[in-house]
């Protein structure tokens, strides 16, 4: 499955982590329960949204701060949602589908136990290395943020990306260092 971002098929990214006094040299990997795309490194296509969820997840620690790192990403394998109807209805359908098995099996259903099915039975088996999607411009804590000048206007796609393994991330380097929240 090729995919191109445009005619691209490495693109700039921002990976977010809280800040460290030793210099991270490779992306951290996202191994929460809760991981909306399943495990994996997690990515945003702009810096606005970067700055964002450093602001909102990641201010929490000792430091009280976010460190910003950019890398490039090989997305010619990965199913890009956002631009591409063909690879977000085929998404769509495959979790559909796994619900709907679990649903057949008569066993409870967890975005984990999705996230692992697909992973284990269909993104590896296909070659998706991972998955370019348009995150929801909200968040509870910060309810009177504008992502617009004109409110509920969401022109602006929130692109998060993930990508399941290190070899389609290269040239990741600090962007920013300790950012605080405004």
């Not at 030793?22 to 809760?34: F, Q, R, W």
Request: aromatic fraction near 16%; charged fraction near 30%; glycine fraction near 4%.
């Amino acid at each position: 499955m090729t995919l191109l971002f445009g005619n691209q098929t490495h693109i700039k990214c921002y990976h977010v982590q809280e800040h460290r006094p030793i210099e991270l040299t490779a992306p951290i990997k996202c191994c929460d329960s809760e991981a909306w795309l399943g495990f994996g490194f997690y990515f945003w296509r702009e810096e606005e949204f970067a700055h964002y969820w450093g602001q909102d997840k990641k201010v929490f620690g000792e430091t009280k701060s976010y460190d910003i790192h950019s890398a490039d990403l090989n997305i010619e394998n990965c199913l890009n949602t956002v631009f591409n109807e063909e690879h977000y209805l085929f998404f769509k359908k495959k979790i559909e589908e796994t619900i709907q098995y679990y649903k057949d099996k008569r066993k409870s259903v967890s975005l984990e136990e999705i996230n692992r099915f697909l992973a284990e039975n269909i993104w590896t088996k296909l070659g998706v290395e991972g998955i370019i999607f348009d995150d929801k411009p909200t968040n509870p804590r910060y309810k009177n943020r504008q992502y617009s000048e004109i409110p509920n206007l969401y022109y602006k796609k929130r692109i998060q990306i993930v990508v399941f393994e290190l070899k389609n991330i290269c040239n990741f380097e600090l962007f920013l260092k300790s950012q605080k929240q405004p």
